[in-house]
Structure formats: structure tokens, C-alpha cells
């Protein structure tokens, strides 16, 4: 390697992940790995590491459905058993659900692409 060359960022699976939690690029940290609500960007605007290479596809909402359906099913379920609960309980319980949900996609498409960083597992 020559001494012009910046090396190769190490892909550290756990840093990557949540890197990309927050919306970062995976390689160093900074520049946004996604536009506007769910867009993941080609390259980083920083560092310019290839992100193009690393498509999640729906991988991020079947994390999003399953977490928020092990988390709300049964709390949705067991409130509902409660008759003396009010109406309003049980709606704010799904609208809670839908807005995790919505605040979760994008944070886990991101983590999902600094997973497959991390691995290398280009699918392009
Ligand atoms: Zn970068």
C-alpha cells in the first residue's frame, strides 16, 4: 500500500449497526445513510464509501413488524381484557404501536445496511 492511500475502515459489526441506527454511514460515522424518511443515499457524502452496494430490500420492515407485533399483540391483547379500561386506552395503545413503528423504520433500515456493511455482503 502506498502512504496516498487512506486504509480500508475496519467493518466492526456493532459500531457499524448502530452507526447506521442513527442514520450514519457505516464506514466513518458522519455522513447520512439515508434521505428523507426511508431513502438509503448511493454514497457517503463524507467519506464516499459505496452504500449502492448494500440493499436491505424489506428486510427493515419485517424487523419493524416483528418488534412492534411482539411488543403490542399482547399488551393490545391483555388491555383489551380489561373491561373497565376506557375506549381511548386501547387506541392510544395502537397509535403508539403505529408510531413506534414509523419512528423505528428508518433507524432499523439504516442499522440493516450497516449490518450488511459490516459483513460485506454486497447484493448488487
Ligand atoms: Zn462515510
Redesign the pocket.
Known amino acids: 500500500m502506498s502512504h496516498n492511500q487512506t486504509p480500508a475502515p475496519a467493518r466492526v459489526l456493532g459500531r457499524a449497526i448502530m452507526r447506521g441506527f442513527i442514520g450514519?454511514?457505516?464506514?466513518?460515522?458522519?455522513?447520512p445513510?439515508i434521505r428523507g424518511y426511508i431513502s438509503p443515499v448511493a454514497a457517503?457524502?463524507?467519506?464516499?464509501?459505496d452504500?449502492a452496494r448494500y440493499q436491505t430490500a424489506d428486510f427493515a420492515p419485517y424487523l419493524v413488524t416483528f418488534f412492534v407485533g411482539l411488543v403490542f399483540t399482547p399488551l393490545t391483547f391483555v388491555l383489551s381484557l380489561d373491561e373497565t379500561l376506557a375506549d381511548w386506552a386501547l387506541y392510544a395503545t395502537i397509535a403508539a404501536a403505529l408510531a413506534t413503528a414509523f419512528v423505528l423504520l428508518p433507524r432499523t433500515k439504516g442499522a440493516a445496511i450497516g449490518l450488511l456493511w459490516a459483513l460485506d455482503v454486497p447484493n448488487t
Open positions: 450514519r454511514c457505516s464506514a466513518c460515522g458522519r455522513g445513510v457517503c457524502s463524507v467519506c464516499g464509501e452504500l
